[in-house]
């Protein structure tokens, strides 16, 4: 038997361990892919309009001329930070506009690919962390080198800020991934899985604001639940801090 013959017998016998997903189940796979792709774009879109209210509020807000400059260089740091996560993001968003459901391979790897996604998008917000502490600083100095406050003070609004911007940051982020992805990705994932006999299992967490969502969740849909539990322990959240600013006030004597 040459190589040729061993070719033809590997792709046939490949063939057929690769089985083929039913029309049906393919229909039930192109809805939620073709939503996460359609708020891929709007995400996109409104990421360039956010741009010129940025710089506008950088004028706005910042009077010292060479604060500004450093602030609009930090937008840029910020806007190449973008880039590259928008780039990794556009090369799956082309990904699922020529993806192939038709066998059960290409779906896992689908399955993978959307997770893996999930997560370099959480990495893209933490990203932006480092960033607005440095914008934080620049706006306190130039606010501080023009009005002029006791640097107790000057420090503990600082800080409450900082926390104030990165909580928001944090569940803003935490709603936004859920509602235009998560959710079509657990749906993806659960079609893959239904299909597939080949399931891991996946290690349930057991914190408090996993306790208040499948509360939450007897009463409402699971979206609803999801984001309702984000406002509740974001509130939550803001309450202790500002009681822990208030506490810190009256520690530094302020």
Not at 18 to 46: A, D, G, H, V, W
Not at 103 to 112: E, V
Not at 160 to 180: M, P
Not at 216 to 244: H, I, K, M, Q
Request: proline share 2%; charged share 20%.
């Amino acid at each position: 038997m040459d190589i040729e013959q061993l070719k033809d017998l590997w792709k046939e016998d490949a063939s057929e361990r690769l089985p083929e997903i039913n029309l049906e189940s393919q229909k039930l796979f192109s809805t939620p892919l073709q939503k996460i792709r359609k708020n891929m774009k709007m995400e996109f879109l409104s990421s360039i309009f956010i741009l010129p209210l940025a710089i506008w509020g950088i004028y706005k807000y910042i009077f010292q001329p060479i604060t500004q400059f450093y602030a609009l260089m930090l937008l840029g740091v910020g806007y190449l930070v973008v880039g590259y996560y928008y780039f990794k993001f556009y090369q799956l968003y082309n990904k699922l506009n020529y993806l192939e459901t038709k066998t059960l391979h290409s779906l896992l790897r689908l399955k993978y690919d959307l997770s893996l996604n999930v997560q370099m998008y959480k990495s893209y917000y933490l990203a932006f962390i480092p960033i607005l502490f440095c914008e934080l600083i620049l706006v306190f100095q130039d606010v501080n080198s023009t009005v002029g406050f006791e640097t107790k003070y000057l420090i503990v609004n600082f800080l409450f800020w900082f926390l104030v911007s990165g909580l928001t940051l944090y569940f803003s982020g935490k709603a936004w991934l859920y509602y235009f992805y998560e959710k079509y990705i657990i749906q993806v994932s659960k079609l893959a899985d239904d299909l597939s006999d080949e399931v891991i299992p996946e290690g349930k967490r057991n914190t408090y604001m996993d306790s208040t969502y499948r509360y939450l969740n007897r009463y409402c849909s699971e979206t609803s639940a999801f984001l309702w539990n984000v406002f509740l322990w974001f509130c939550l959240s803001l309450l202790l801090l500002f009681v822990l600013f208030k506490l810190s006030l009256i520690a530094v004597g302020l």
